[in-house]
């Protein structure tokens, strides 16, 4: 059975992704692979009370400062939301200090986190939104939009800039389906409205927006619109960028409603992409209109093994080049050799033996995965599979029977809290992403992989045990993503050890001439890196619409530019 999309994980603890289950998520397979490739005593990890312990110091112990407002700022904010609630005690702001990072999460589990808000602001309705912001100009107190609190590149840390309080806007109290068009299959939320929600709502109709990231769990629906995000199943359904029709904001300076007019539109630039993809520094995102299909009756799962990474990369794009409309798989994940061995070796058992011998006897020895997984209905997705299969096979792939995208699919939102286990026994583990084109996409894996390797091997204790794996996760005509996962043993200081990774890792995908984040957005990890993505008179078009549009500076400080 595939994962539930309409299935929450509950609310998130503030030093993690989700609360613990009992006994820990750590399978046998996984404690297996930490034992032989970071030498991590699977039997210690195991010992009672080890994963069931409190992993972070409790939020009573944390460094919390006094807030910065003054008594007339929170009754300004006070009266901006009169059927909202605004909270100033420890825990909501420790909650709203943080995205889920690695950094983040280490710093939160230390008790000492990077920034803490003044206040979590919470609107009751949309109409409060403009006034919590003129109250914000007029006594100067910096603003970030808080949606799930999913961020990975520090796109909710509640930094002040230039002024001498923050607060963060939690939004996920303005969660409602507005509109449901059917003749024009669209559909109007509010912002604040998390991914299973928005899928649950549809599902009532029979509808689905098919936009399903790795933080579904947990993210909005306007935090989506605010990254570029883009889903797991993006091949098919399309990006986040590519659904939204219409998107309203609240700016300091007031509101902009754009897009929804008409299907296209040659009046000027669309400026949905200047909201799409801004971080929460313009504005505050309230209502999103998105494209809707027909809810999915049907799968069908794939999987093939080819003797390279290359060798797979190089049939996947002539599937999205050559084949015919809707042949390439909903859900597109291409393991390169190292993240497919260590995903065999925790699967263990007689099958994935069974499958050794196979893939061995067709000459395969170090294999590269693909998984695919078709959505649609009646029989379509089995005669779309059909299709892609003989060009599969006509670019050397063996096949690996059905039973591995399968798994992947039943499993697609366990790694988030996998990582808050490895973090509790002392293992390092964290992603990072880029694009390519197909010509550099080789290359760019090579450079990029082999950078992350370097890092861990330079750090002041020496090489440490580590693992470095990758996949194509979208594909396009003209290229396709790169999505790493590196693990290692913690150094005694991890975060310097994370923050090596990064630079390094970072200095690999521009020298490759590739994109700085493909779906992760920019926060504040890559803001350093954008000038080099779009130029200094790209950054200066962006600071001029953010003068316009908040000429005090107060949204999200320290974010995208």
């Known amino acids: 059975m595939a994962a539930d999309i309409t299935e929450s994980v509950p609310v998130s603890p503030w030093w993690g992704w989700a609360p613990p289950t009992p006994g820990g998520a750590l399978s046998d397979g996984t404690l297996a692979v930490l034992a032989e490739h970071l030498g991590i005593d699977a039997v210690a990890a195991r010992r009672p ?199 309203r904001i609240d700016t300091p300076t007031g509101p902009l409603a754009l897009g929804g ?66 042949d390439a798989p909903d859900v597109c994940r291409l393991s390169d050799e190292e993240e497919t061995a260590l995903t065999l070796a925790q699967s263990g058992g007689r099958q994935v033996e069974l499958l050794r011998r196979w893939l061995r006897s067709r000459g395969i020895e170090t294999p590269a995965l693909l998984l695919g997984v078709w959505e649609g209905s009646g029989a379509e997705p089995k005669a779309r599979l059909k299709r892609a299969r003989r060009i599969l096979r006509a670019h050397g792939g063996v096949s690996a029977t059905s039973a591995p995208a399968a798994a992947w699919d039943r499993g697609r939102f366990s790694s988030p809290r996998l990582r808050d286990e490895l973090l509790t026994i002392g293992v390092l583990v964290d992603t990072l992403e880029t694009a390519a084109t197909w010509t550099r996409l080789a290359d760019t894996h090579t450079a990029v992989a082999a950078a992350i390797r370097g890092a861990l091997e330079s750090g002041p204790q020496g090489a440490v045990a580590s693992a470095v794996q990758g996949h194509v996760s979208h594909v396009y005509r003209t290229g396709a993503s790169l999505y790493y996962t590196f693990i290692a043993k913690a150094e005694d200081d991890p975060i310097a050890q994370y923050e090596r990774v990064k630079r390094a890792a970072n200095a690999a995908i521009l020298a490759a001439g590739a994109t700085i984040t493909h779906h992760h957005a920019v926060g504040t990890e890559h803001a350093a890196e954008l000038p080099a993505e779009i130029g200094e008179q790209g950054v200066r078009i962006l600071r001029a619409v953010k003068r316009e549009l908040d000429p005090t500076g107060i949204m999200n400080p320290g974010k995208l530019i």
């Open 49 to 247: 009370g080890v994963l069931d312990a409190a992993p972070a110091t409790p939020p009573g112990d944390a460094d919390v400062s006094s807030p910065a407002l003054t008594e007339a700022e929170v009754a300004a904010l006070g009266a901006a939301i009169p059927t909202g609630t605004m909270a100033q005690d420890p825990e909501s702001r420790v909650a709203h200090a943080a995205g889920k990072n690695t950094v983040d999460l280490l710093r939160q589990r230390a008790g000492a986190p990077l920034a803490l808000p003044d206040a979590v602001v919470r609107p009751g309705a949309r109409s409060e939104i403009p006034g919590v912001l003129a109250a914000c100009v007029a006594h100067g107190i910096a603003v970030v939009p808080f949606g799930g609190g999913s961020s990975v590149v520090g796109g909710v840390a509640p930094l002040a800039g230039d002024h001498h309080a923050v607060v963060a806007l939690d939004l996920t109290g303005l969660a409602e389906l507005l509109e449901l068009n059917e003749r024009d299959r669209t559909a109007t939320f509010e912002a604040g409205v998390r991914g299973p929600e928005v899928e649950r709502m549809l599902a009532e109709r029979g509808y689905t927006l098919g936009h399903i990231p790795q933080s579904h769990q947990q993210a909005t629906l306007g935090g989506y619109a605010a990254t570029r995000s883009a889903g797991q199943a993006s091949t098919g359904y399309g990006a986040i960028a590519e659904l939204i029709t219409a998107i």
């Open 261 to 326: 007019r008409a299907p296209a539109s040659a009046a000027g630039p669309d400026l949905r992409h200047v909201v799409i993809g801004s971080e929460g520094t313009l504005g505050v995102i309230t209502e999103v209109t998105v494209a809707v299909t027909p809810k999915p009756t049907a799968k069908a799962y794939g999987a093939w093994a080819f003797p390279s990474f290359e060798a797979g990369a190089e049939a996947v794009r002539a599937l999205v080049q050559d084949g015919a409309a809707g």
